[in-house]
Each structure stands twice: as structure tokens, then as C-alpha cells.
């Protein structure tokens, strides 16, 4: 089955300044590459997908790219603020088997 | 819409009992799957339920099963309990699924299930 693997488990930032994480992924069927935000006590939000006829795609301070060829893909974060910490998830799907990375909690500083 | 409801939000249980958690999905969602997450492991797939039927599975033992009704609603069940089934489990609904198709899920609240 699918195997998602995402780096770094940890990442503190300073405010203003861009966080990136990465993830690989094995089953190269995978087609639809979600990533999801998610705050203490609460349940996960989309908050950005791409999908695999896709290398790049951005939202506002929020961007991700797809590299289907080396199966990888990378969340950005620009002018980072204290708002923007959670633990976030990237996760690789095909036909709604939807595996998920380990997590990676993001700390702005103020 | 209403989103996807869970219920119940807690639940404490002892080894060895079995457990039976409710999801309902927004409505027209066809599609539920179900996670555990644990501190330790994350975000883990259990299944995925599509017109009644098990289309995806993920690597937990029998001991966990589920179900979807007609009306989409799931129930996932535990039994023989251990202790390491302490977890958040969440399920997620989907409009569509299969084919290629835009799946994005959207989540439960979860419930918090702690076994003694």
C-alpha cells in the first residue's frame, strides 16, 4: 500500500519569515495530494490539495508543488504568523485510500 | 450544510468489552472513511465505506470492523479492546469517490476513546 513519509516531525519559525515541508510518497497511482491543518482540540481542515495533473498551485500566502516524478511534494508558507501553528499533514490518495504523513508541527514565534 | 457529526465525543471502556462509534456524513457525501490518530502515529487509515460497501481497507486486525448504511451514515466497531486502542478516531466524508475524482474529505469532531 501507500507509504507517506513527511519532514521535518518539528519546525519553529520566526514570524514573517517561510516554513516548508516536505513529504514523499511511494504508490506512484497516487492521484489527489491533500494537505491539512490542524489546531489543538480540533479536527483537521483542508487548507490546500493539488492534483496529480498538476506540478503547482498557490493560495494566497499558501502554495504547493508536486514533483510526480520523483513522487514529492512540498508545502510553502510565506510571511508566516503566530495563526499559522498546528501540526500540519500531507497526505497521498488514489480512489479515496487516502494515506496520511506522520505530521509536522509548525511554531511561529512572534 | 451541517458537517460531519460523530457520535459519541468520548468514551471510556475497559480490555476485553467491544465498542461501536457513529459517523454521519454531510449530506449527499457517499463516501465515509475512518482514522485513528494517536500522538505517537499519527493519522492512520482504517477504511473507506462507498454505497454500503468496503472499497479500501488499511492494516489494523479484525477486530476493527465497520459498516455503512444506506442513507451513508457509519459505524465502526472495536472488540476485544486493548489498551493500544486508546485513540482519537475520525471519520471524513467525501462527495464522490473513486475514478480519479476530486476527494476532498472533510472531518469529524472525532471521539476520544480511552480503554482501561
Known amino acids: 500500500g501507500e507509504n507517506v513519509e513527511q519532514h521535518p516531525s518539528t519546525l519553529s519559525v520566526q514570524e514573517g519569515d517561510s516554513a516548508v515541508i516536505k513529504c514523499t510518497y511511494s504508490?506512484?497511482?497516487?492521484?489527489?495530494f491533500p494537505w491539512y491543518k490542524q489546531e489543538l482540540g480540533k479536527r483537521p481542515q483542508l487548507i490546500i490539495d493539488?492534483?496529480?495533473?498538476?506540478g503547482e498551485k498557490k493560495d494566497q500566502r499558501i502554495a504547493v508543488t508536486l514533483n510526480k516524478t520523483a513522487k514529492h511534494f512540498s508545502l510553502h508558507i510565506t510571511e508566516t504568523q503566530p495563526e499559522d501553528s498546528a501540526v500540519y499533514f500531507c497526505?497521498?490518495?488514489?480512489?479515496?485510500?487516502?494515506?496520511f504523513g506522520a505530521g509536522t508541527r509548525l511554531t511561529v514565534k512572534p | 450544510k451541517a458537517g460531519v457529526t460523530q457520535t459519541p465525543r468520548y468514551l471510556i471502556k475497559t480490555r476485553g468489552q467491544q465498542v461501536t462509534l457513529s459517523c454521519s456524513p454531510i449530506?449527499?457525501?457517499?463516501?465515509v472513511s475512518w482514522y485513528q490518530q494517536t500522538p505517537g502515529q499519527g493519522l492512520q487509515f482504517l477504511f473507506e465505506?462507498?454505497?454500503?460497501?468496503?472499497?479500501n481497507k488499511g492494516n489494523f486486525p479484525g477486530r476493527f470492523s465497520g459498516r455503512q448504511f444506506s442513507n451513508s451514515r457509519s459505524e465502526m466497531n472495536v472488540s476485544t479492546l486493548e489498551l493500544g486502542d486508546s485513540a482519537l478516531y475520525l471519520c471524513?466524508?467525501?462527495?464522490?469517490?473513486?475514478?480519479?475524482?476530486?476527494?476532498?474529505?472533510?472531518f469529524g469532531p472525532g471521539t476520544r476513546l480511552t480503554v482501561l
Open positions: 471524513a466524508s467525501s462527495l464522490i469517490s473513486g475514478g480519479g475524482s476530486y476527494n476532498e474529505q472533510f
Open positions: 504508490d506512484s497511482a497516487s492521484n489527489y
Open positions: 493539488i492534483r496529480s495533473n498538476v
Open positions: 497526505a497521498a490518495s488514489r480512489d479515496n485510500d487516502m494515506r
Open positions: 449530506s449527499g457525501h457517499r463516501s
Open positions: 465505506y462507498f454505497s454500503e460497501t468496503q472499497r
